[in-house]
Nanobody, 121 residues
Framework: QVQLVESGGALVQAGGSLKLSCVAS????????RGWYRQAPGKQRELVAR???????NYADFVKGRFTISRDNAKNTVYLQMNSLKPEDTAVYYC???????????????WGRGTQVTVSS
């Protein structure tokens, strides 16, 4: 079975930086899209950044050039570099990926359990 595990969340002051990691493990035959989402208390889960199968990144407007998504295929890992953090960035950040778990067929979608990012003013 496939699992996604996020790490790197912490308490940081406004203006600081964090780098989140998401490692995929299990019966992985291929990974299509990779993405980061976040959810704050009382709010809907929202897209932060994602990469397609060609590693082309897409970002939410609120990132405003502050965040960068990247991946290391050899390590089955996707990263989110977060700079110039603001209090409104406080949320649980979730890793998401479409993964092919067999040598045939289509991909399935998986979520990590999340990592807490707290930005204080």
């Amino acid at each position: 079975q496939v699992q996604l595990v996020e790490s790197g969340g912490a308490l940081v002051q406004a203006g600081g930086s964090l780098k989140l990691s998401c490692v995929a493990s299990g019966s992985i035959f291929g990974i299509n899209t990779r993405g980061w989402y976040r959810q704050a208390p009382g709010k809907q889960r929202e897209l932060v950044a994602r990469m397609d199968a060609r590693s082309s990144p897409n970002y939410a407007d609120f990132v405003k050039g502050r965040f960068t998504i990247s991946r290391d295929n050899a390590k089955n890992t996707v990263y989110l570099q977060m700079n110039s953090l603001k209090p409104e960035d406080t949320a649980v950040y979730y890793c998401n990926a479409d993964i092919r778990t067999r040598s045939w067929g289509t991909t399935a979608n998986y979520w990590g359990r999340g990592t807490q990012v707290t930005v204080s003013s």
